[in-house]
Nanobody, 122 residues
Framework: QVQLVESGGGLVQPGGSLRLSCAAS????????IGWFRQAPGKEREGVSC????????YSADSVKGRFTISRDNAKNTVYLQMNSLKPEDTAVYYC???????????????WGQGTQVTVSS
C-alpha cells in the first residue's frame, strides 16, 4: 500500500525552526520527485518546495526562499523540509506528495500524505 506520512509539525515561536519529515512506505522514493505544499484556513493550497528524483535539483516558492530547505535521504526513504526563521504567515497544514518532476503545480502530484500542522505564534 502506497503511503506518505508527514511528521515534525507543532507550535513554534516566530523566528524559530522546525524540520518536517515525509516518510514513504509501499514504494521507493528514489524514482519520484517530492513536493511540499501547505494550506492555511480559508486559503488555497500553496506549493512550498520540491526536489527532483535524479539530480536532486530543488525549487522553492519566493515566500520561503532563503528560509526553507528541502532535502532527501533515499536510504531512509524520507524527504525533509527544514524550516528556519518561521513567521506567523507560515502557519498551515503541510503536505508532501509525489510526482515525476519537480514542480509546484499541485495538480501534477499523485500521492499525498495526510498533513502535519505547523503553527507559528508567540
Amino acid at each position: 500500500q502506497v503511503q506518505l506520512v508527514e511528521s515534525g509539525g507543532g507550535l513554534v515561536q516566530p523566528g524559530g525552526s522546525l524540520r518536517l519529515s515525509c516518510a514513504a512506505s509501499g514504494f521507493t522514493l528514489d524514482y519520484y520527485a517530492i513536493g511540499w505544499f501547505r494550506q492555511a484556513p480559508g486559503k488555497e493550497r500553496e506549493g512550498v518546495s520540491c526536489i527532483g528524483s535524479s539530480d536532486g535539483s530543488t525549487y522553492s516558492a519566493d515566500s520561503v526562499k532563503g528560509r526553507f530547505t528541502i532535502s532527501r535521504d533515499n536510504a531512509k526513504n524520507t524527504v525533509y523540509l527544514q524550516m528556519n526563521s518561521l513567521k506567523p504567515e507560515d502557519t498551515a497544514v503541510y503536505y508532501c506528495a509525489t510526482t515525476t518532476f519537480c514542480t509546484l503545480v499541485s495538480g501534477l502530484y499523485k500521492y499525498w500524505g495526510q498533513g502535519t500542522q505547523v503553527t507559528v505564534s508567540s
